[in-house]
């Protein structure tokens, strides 16, 4: 009598088998649909149908989930889904991997696992980055009063510290998928009368905006700002159908904050990494004012932070 885990093993061996025969056996496109298949198979195992909802029943021999029950819940064909754990040469939406992603009950380090072995960019502004470990927050923290943050190339804002969560808007009451400096900029109205040199700084960001995305531009998370940018912001269209292009550099700005007025800062960029993606920006002051002044914000985002207990 075969057993379960003869079954497996038997089952594992001939999808191997049958991924290996296609052309690019030995790429490195087929190296990561086998990782790919391996990681779904383990994962689905190791998911039990209580914690998706779905009854055990008398006779379940799969551990975990079985194939069909993954393509239910996450609205895909079972011969599709099968193929996927086969590593057969198949494309995968980002839809999809989302939808896989939830019914999996992946957590953040697995998803962009996940992400990276199919070769797509997950669409969803990172709420939590892998980058950012609790030493790192604590460097936010340490550099206070200085307003600092940590932002991707595509200026979502991964953290920031207390004053600089007070400098241009109370950011955080911004939903994390918008708390992005492009849509916050352009489509957000405290956000952008506080900047006292609006109309330069929306195009200066525009051109770094344009030159970052040509290094992105088949990737889905990237059209999709674009495309969210151009539908909400008749500014942002004009700015970027003038095909400016610039890069990073430390330069001088000007905010005229709500709770303390006027502060001048020099704004400089460190990359976290020898490739151009996360970096820590940092408003330094630049002059005694306006240190005095974000010193006095420190201050407010402290009695703001503890009345929130």
Request: with cysteine; net charge neutral; charged share 25%.
């Amino acid at each position: 009598m075969t057993t379960m885990a003869q079954e497996t093993a038997q089952e594992t061996a001939q999808e191997t088998t049958q991924a290996a025969d296609g052309s690019g056996g030995t790429t490195v496109a087929a190296i990561r649909r086998h990782e790919l298949a391996a990681f779904l198979r383990h994962r689905r195992e190791h998911i039990t149908p209580e914690q998706v909802g779905l009854p055990r029943g008398r006779r379940r021999r799969t551990p975990g989930l079985r194939r069909e029950e993954v393509a239910h819940l996450s609205a895909v064909g079972v011969t599709w889904y099968t193929w996927l754990e086969q590593a057969r040469d198949i494309q995968v939406s980002v839809q999809v991997l989302d939808a896989l992603a939830r019914t999996l009950l992946l957590d953040p380090s697995e998803r962009a696992h996940l992400f990276q072995l199919a070769g797509a960019v997950d669409p969803t502004p990172a709420t939590n980055c892998p980058s950012i470990t609790p030493a790192l927050r604590a460097v936010l923290e340490q550099l206070e009063p200085v307003p600092a943050c940590v932002q991707n190339s595509r200026y979502d804002i991964l953290a920031y510290n207390r004053t600089y969560g007070l400098l241009l808007c109370d950011l955080d009451a911004v939903p994390p998928e918008d708390r992005n400096c492009m849509i916050l900029c352009y489509t957000h109205e405290e956000w952008s009368s506080s900047i006292v040199h609006l109309e330069e700084t929306r195009r200066l960001m525009a051109a770094r905006f344009r030159a970052t995305m040509a290094g992105h531009l088949a990737e889905p998370a990237w059209k999709m700002l674009l495309k969210r940018l151009r539908a909400q912001s008749p500014d942002f269209r004009a700015a970027w159908d003038r095909h400016e292009v610039g890069a990073h550099r430390v330069r001088r700005k000007e905010f005229l904050n709500r709770y303390v007025g006027r502060v001048v800062v020099d704004h400089t960029d460190l990359w976290l990494g020898p490739q151009t993606g996360p970096r820590m920006v940092t408003y330094v002051p630049a002059d005694e004012e306006s240190r005095a002044r974000l010193e006095r914000l420190h201050a407010i985002a402290r009695e703001r932070e503890a009345e929130r207990g």
